[in-house]
């Protein structure tokens, strides 16, 4: 705008500057006439320049102030729209941290927990190579015979522990005839204590399991069976029926412990013979399982038994009671009558010191001082006795 303005007043003044050349050009020729007429041409012309110049400031005002509201405008528009961004910057850095705080204790929670599945993996994985070593060396004490034995008398020991108290059953009991029995269970008569010997015919066992043809595993299995049926004889021959010391004496029947349900299920299941010679010689075959089954039994028989000893007690102790109970109504009946005998006693004396009381009141109303009133009185005094 200012350009325009420069432009119209340079016009303006060539304008000016001609129109004063033609005049000057023209002084010799040109009339008074014409010369007003110039004049009052540049005049105009003048009066022109000065409103164009005042509509100018005018145009230029209005624009200076224009500009002025539009970068007021502008700057507040501005400063609004950076306020604005500033805030929801600042919320998207809120929500961003907390999103990423939050993400945070997710991935460090996540992580914990499979530090932890990890750890425990890695303690699984060394039970299992600790159970294999055991299990390694589990089957190198089951391949002798002799350790084999104590391994099952061990675990009939545990299992009558956990259900027999102390007093019903004896480990390692010997027998008058000199034999040693794993177990005695001491039961009132009938039956008497049961002896409980542990057998554990694995190896014919194993070798059935692992035959690689028919003809070994049917060989194996008649081992089996064989070494079985010895045992069974062996137990009989030994605890069953056998006196204990020169008053008890076994039981006419024995249990026969297999620490292994497998060789159990087995022996019930294809081995006919054994279970025979079982019944023949009451020598029955228990599990670790049939054992619990039992024993859980026999201790509800201990416990009847106790109740029944205890039960003559209390009885006994209940005529002991109704024997004082009688006692004690007799003596209370006597002092009854004692009572009675004193309340007589009492009454009589409370008589005896009513007559006192009259006498005394008479002696006391007596004038000592009247000799005929002494003499008149005394055979009444006298009479009353």
Known sequence: MEIVVGV???AVIVLGIAVVIMVRKS???ADASDREALEADIQSLLKAQQALSGQINSVTATQIQSTESISKTVAQSQAKLTKEVNERLDKVDQRMGATLNESAKETAKSLGKLSERLTTIDDAQKNIVG???????LQHILADNSTRGAWGEVQLEQIV???LPSFAY???ATLKNSKIVDCLIN???????????????????EKMLNAEDDASRASSARQLTADT????????????????DDEAKTSESALMFIPSEAVYGELHANHPKVIEDSHKYKVYL???TTLMATLTTVRAILRDVEMRKQAGVIQSEVGKLLVDVVRLSDRVSSLDRHFDQASRDIEQIKTSAGKIESRSGKIESLDLDDPEEIEGSEPEALAGG
């Open 8 to 10: 119209l007043s340079v």
């Open 27 to 29: 002084d010799g020729s």
């Open 131 to 137: 159970l294999a070593d055991q299990v390694v060396s």
């Open 161 to 163: 522990e956990d259900l």
């Open 170 to 172: 004896k480990m390692q």
């Open 187 to 205: 039961l009132p008569y009938p039956p008497g204590p049961i002896a409980v010997d542990a057998k554990f015919p694995l190896a014919a066992y």
């Open 229 to 244: 049926r010895a045992h069974v004889k062996d137990i009989a021959d030994k605890y069953v029926g056998q006196p204990i």
């Open 286 to 288: 228990v599990s670790p």
